[in-house]
């Protein structure tokens, strides 16, 4: 067998030539398995990224404010409190020694970290008050109170 002739160049000697082409479906198929997985990625990424609670698919009532709205940034802790107490830090329900233990490391990391504290209407005072106490007593002396915007 003669490699490299291309078929029907005149030279057969009932050779059946080189198959030149490239098929390029196994390539498609791996390309769009890595745009379902990059686009599951991104959703996660997104879920549990800065701002944490009401961003994170939890739904929280917010109270209507003023103007001047705080956006998160990076840096920030964002404190969502539900309807029914319960704190979330991240997409994830925490208790108030671990939420003790998030501002602790909050303050070790960057001691101008702002808190975001996102209560749902219906959560008394008291409540919205014990999670700043406990960000004041680990050193975190920026705190904000979310709020959505007034219509």
Do not use: C, W
Not at 75 to 85: E, F, K, N
């Amino acid at each position: 067998m003669a490699m490299g002739k291309i078929p029907g160049s005149g030279d057969d000697e009932g050779d059946e030539g080189v198959f030149a082409e490239i098929n390029i479906t196994p390539l498609t198929d791996i390309f769009l398995v890595l745009l379902i997985i990059f686009m599951v990625t991104s959703t996660v990424i997104v879920q549990q990224g800065p701002g944490g609670g009401a961003k994170a698919g939890l739904k929280v009532n917010l109270p209507k404010g003023g103007a001047a709205d705080v956006t998160a940034r990076s840096t920030d802790l964002s404190v969502a409190v539900l309807a029914d107490g319960q704190y979330v830090l991240s997409g994830n329900i925490v208790n108030a020694d671990e939420l003790r233990v998030a501002f602790d490391k909050a303050k070790a990391e960057n001691p101008e970290t702002l808190v975001i504290v996102q209560a749902d209407e219906g959560v008394s005072h008291g409540t919205v008050v014990q999670v700043m106490e406990l960000a004041k007593q680990a050193g975190l002396a920026q705190l904000a109170i979310g709020v959505r915007d007034s219509e």
